[in-house]
């Protein structure tokens, strides 16, 4: 199999790629798919060493090759049998739309926020507001062909990302797993790493004295067209339970996100007149004159406490704050804020809130 990387001349082969990067050095790497190994260049620090000031309590291990989630796969997905191809097979199986969203370079707004630890003290080394450079090369790629009928072929991408805050508090470079249709619009991927591999100032502080313990780094990002979305999740867990669903001990006491607005990051913002809101292709405002149209049909009639009659009107606003949630590039979610006026046809009530809403398509 060979592992490829995008250049100036096309595709380097896995022995190229291991010089030009430093970071797939063991002997074996080139014929695993999603290979964790890490060299150690001559003015590098021992494997496993290098994140020890941010936890020194947890010892190396936490990166691990099961990019899976705790999600039940589907039958399609149960009867995936992966087939190792190179770019340009992958282009003519028709998911070059996915490989050029995946790899990708960005520098943006990035927001840390704390969590209440319930297992340590808070952590330090670390500024709210900052900067993040994310960074993502193609490594190697699968096509992931389900022997029940009926069922859709997928591409897994394996990336190399790197993730570098700009306060200094975390550094960190490992391998993504994506996994995605040809018609998916916004691929997303997820990398599971080690904490003892990271560098930063950054300091976690977990109550873990009579237990053996690992830190482990969730990186996740959502590959839109426009931009690349994503967090970042620093946590500690017990040993024993580093491939559970559940564990003994848990401590997460920050985690961050970019780019900092409204929307969960894997969702997408879009301006009120923008078309894609809705499966229909509307935009939100058109939405939304759809359902005022609908109020204006059917005015709520109500009775004071003196037994005056009054209509009841609701205006609803311009939409803001709106996130788009899709899979394979349809939408299956709308969540947005509008401005809500209620009054009565007598003058004698007149309210302005701000709603919330959420719209699922079935």
Known sequence: MLLFMRSSSGMRRAGEFRRIAGFWAAAGCAASLGCSSEGTAPNDPAPGQRGHS????????????????????????????????????????????????VERSVDRP?????????????AEGYTSATRVSFASSIVSAEHLVPSLEGCEDR??????????????????QG???????????APQGSAFLDLATAEGSLRLHPDSSSLVVVGRVVLAARFWPEDVRGFVRPYVVDDASIEQDTANFYYEPLNGRWPVDACPTHAWPLDADAPGATPDGDSALTMRDQLQSLLNQDPAAGTWWDGTESVVTTELG????????????RVLQLGYSV???LSTDDGRLQVAQSGVGRHLVR
């Open 175 to 185: 391998p993504m797993l994506v996994k995605a249709s040809r018609d998916e619009r």
């Open 339 to 341: 401005p809500i006026t």
């Open 155 to 172: 591409l897994a991408v394996h990336l190399l990302v790197s993730f570098q805050s700009e306060d200094g508090a975390l550094s960190i």
């Open 110 to 122: 990035f927001e840390w926020t704390a969590v209440e630890a319930q297992a340590g003290a808070p």
């Open 318 to 329: 311009p939409p803001t704050q709106i996130c788009v949630e899709e899979a394979h590039s």
């Open 54 to 101: 941010i936890c020194p309590q947890c010892r190396a291990g936490g990166e691990t090759s099961d990019f899976g989630s705790t999600v039940e796969p589907s039958p399609c997905e149960k009867s995936e049998e992966p087939v190792a191809v190179d770019e340009e097979a992958a282009r003519a199986l028709g998911f070059g739309t996915v490989l050029d969203h």
